[in-house]
């Protein structure tokens, strides 16, 4: 009985501090101040393509004038001209920048510079120029892995380092960095997309660290499988084992779709934007010490946290147990051969 009651009494005790503990996380969190597109300036890298693109037609529905960057200056012209096609007011703009976001961080501090005279200081800017390439970690160039990490890692540095001051000077802005799901947990083929898509989560929480305190929120979205011409190209040469694991944990989504999604997270100043219920469920997960820029993303990851623990084992066990079969089927047809 003395048990019974010992036991009630700790609950009870835990329940009332994991509330207070709730009420003064809340008391901490200043949320974010209204932040409106219309008019505003919005730089995307990769945003001749894909995601990217798609991002940018969601700013200029919004009222935003745009700057574009990336390689391709045929493709960029291209895109401006469908982008264009969306414009809510004949004061928009769709700007375009050809510039290698990888190579030399000057190059891109002077083309951003030259985008803010033009368009005036940056109010958000979108990492989403990037690459994959998988394949088997031995298989790999190591050419791969400075290749992954110099696209979506350093060509997210540079155009972050090119915009920050003027938005901590003005006291307002968001940074969006494009991740994936392959920077939340790493799989079989990703060894090199999957380490260079978790730097982005590292580099993005110390900054949101630095930030905060200057009303400027940073925003890591993590897709999932997005059909565009960046993953019709990467689907020719992926593994069977990675194209089975991302085939049984998530829908193929649309570039316009997720784009919506990723456009509101960051203006509502959330830390982590995820995609479909996979996204969300694998959000929660893995948020660790992760920032949390509103009590409600507080709130759902305290209380979702061990059930979703219980599911991602079992995913993990399936992906697990999907590259067995292959490598018993490829042993079976090697002997047969
Ligand atoms: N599609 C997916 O399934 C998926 C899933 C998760 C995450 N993501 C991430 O989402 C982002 C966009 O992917 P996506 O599939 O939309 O790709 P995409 O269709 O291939 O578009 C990539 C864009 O980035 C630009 N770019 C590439 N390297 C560049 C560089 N060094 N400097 C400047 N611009 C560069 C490309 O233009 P140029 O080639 O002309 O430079 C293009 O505009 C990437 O970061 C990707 O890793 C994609």
């Not at 012209?77 to 375009?96: M, P, R, S, T």
């Not at 100043?269 to 010490?289: E, P, R, V």
Request: with cysteine; charged share 20%.
């Amino acid at each position: 009985m003395s048990w019974v009651v010992l036991v009630a009494a700790a609950g009870g005790v835990a329940l009332i501090s994991a509330f207070l503990m709730l009420l003064y996380i809340a008391s901490l969190m200043a949320s974010p101040k209204p932040f409106s597109l219309s008019g505003a300036h919005v730089v995307v890298t990769g945003g001749s393509s894909g995601i990217g693109k798609s991002i940018a037609v969601e700013c200029f529905k919004q009222g935003a004038f745009i700057t574009l960057l990336a390689r391709n200056e045929n493709r960029l012209l291209e895109a401006k001209k469908e982008i264009e096609k969306y414009a809510v007011n004949d004061k928009q703009v769709v700007h375009c920048i050809s510039v290698d976001v990888s190579k030399d961080s000057a190059d891109v501090e002077r083309v951003l510079k030259q985008a803010q005279e033009k368009l005036g200081p940056i109010d958000m800017l979108v990492n989403s120029a990037g690459m994959s390439v998988t394949g088997k970690f031995e298989d790999l160039d190591t050419s791969s892995f400075e290749k992954l990490m110099a696209v979506n890692y350093l060509g997210s540095v540079y155009p972050t380092r090119a915009a920050i001051t003027t938005m901590k000077e003005r006291r307002m802005g968001r940074i969006v960095f494009v991740s994936s799901q392959a920077g939340q947990v790493g799989l079989f083929g990703y060894s090199a997309y999957s380490a260079a898509k978790f730097a982005l989560r590292g580099l993005a929480e110390a900054l949101q660290m630095e930030v905060k305190p200057y009303n400027v929120y940073v925003t890591v979205a993590y897709p999932s499988d997005t059909e565009t011409p960046g993953f019709i190209e990467e689907n020719k040469t992926k593994l069977l084992e990675t194209r089975l694991i991302s085939e049984s944990s998530s829908p193929l989504y649309q570039p316009d779709y997720v784009a919506r999604i990723i456009v509101k997270d960051a203006i509502q100043g959330k830390f982590s934007s995820s995609i479909g219920t996979d996204g969300h469920m694998l959000n929660i997960l893995t948020s660790g010490m992760s920032p949390m820029n509103s009590l409600g993303e507080a709130l759902e990851t305290v209380i979702c946290m061990g059930l979703f623990r219980l599911i991602g084992q079992y995913y993990t066990a399936s992906f697990d147990s999907i590259v067995r079969r292959c490598m018993i089927q490829k042993e079976k047809s090697e002997k047969t051969d």
